[in-house]
């Protein structure tokens, strides 16, 4: 049923690396909610594989000495949910994650796999770059770091190199500090269902909660690869809380995403609701903030 040549279990992040130096054809394995998927479905026929599931040092969320939340390649979405640290500062990561698969997914699949497979889909990943989240790769160079925006090249391709896995994804604490934000999932069923089209915003407000400091926001399913809109948080950043604001930003998106044609949705109809996300996620974002739209 699963066609596998062989699989190398690594102890250590060391061990790995030696192991797919060892074994340049081998594909990393983490929790395989994708992995095995794909071998079952005969994609990956006599795969040749390096188990890290084994690697504890990769799991876990702390803060680092600079106050960076430090979120192990290996954490299971459950995890992540459950984290005091990410409910505290980031909660909008744990109801991202919340929202992937069934209950035995998120225990199994991990944030590393599901930013690492590339997928344009992935809950963790929009929202990850709405918190200009930093990807850590080590490999037999040693330890290379870079914004998560960077590291997706194309659809299914990530920036990893020979030998080289996920380690951890840090969320730098000036990226967090005073920001608010909500995810929004759209799909045709509730549960156990793939992204349509997933929306993350986030935001700063001035102090007196009058005028957006800082927005973001990212997309799934808007394009190949997830994505930021600039457009759209150009035309909120420094201007009044109200509603104009926030029908400007929201329209804005349109400049950025390219969403395509596929069974799921047509391309106008993801264009129609990234509108709409948009503006229902940065309300709430707002409001989370402790501004008003009214006034
Ligand atoms: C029934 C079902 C429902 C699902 N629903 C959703 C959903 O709603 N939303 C969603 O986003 N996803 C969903 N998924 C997809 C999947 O669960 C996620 O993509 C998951 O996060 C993958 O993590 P994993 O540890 O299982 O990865 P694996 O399957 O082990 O690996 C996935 C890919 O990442 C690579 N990889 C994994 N870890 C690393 C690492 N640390 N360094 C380098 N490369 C690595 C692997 O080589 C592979 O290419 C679903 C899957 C199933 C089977």
Known sequence: MYDIKALYEAASVAEAIRLLQEHPRAQIIAG???????????RRAGAELVSIYGIDALRGVTFDGEGAIRIGSLTSFSHIAASPIIREKIGVLGEAVSLVGGPQIRNIGTIGGNTCNGVTSADSASTLLAWDAVVELTGPEGIRRLPIRDFYIRA???????????????????????????????????????ATLGCSVNVALSDDRKTIRDARIAYGVAGPVPMRAPSAEAA???????????????????????????WRAARAFREHIAVELARRALTKSIELAGGALDG
């Not at 095995?36 to 479905?41: K, S, T």
């Not at 604490?173 to 005073?178: C, M, P, R, T, V």
């Not at 909120?236 to 596929?262: E, K, M, N, Q, Y």
């Open 32 to 42: 395989g909610s994708d992995v095995l998927v794909q071998i079952r479905e005969g």
């Open 156 to 194: 299914g391709v990530v920036d990893l190199r020979s030998a080289e896995l996920q380690t951890a994804i840090i969320i730098p604490k000036a990226a967090y500090e005073g920001y608010f934000g909500h995810y929004i999932k759209y799909a045709m069923r509730e549960a156990m269902d793939i």
């Open 236 to 262: 909120a950043v420094g201007r009044p809380v109200c509603a104009d604001t926030v029908a400007a930003f929201a329209r804005a998106v349109l400049s950025d995403i390219h969403p395509r044609d596929s």
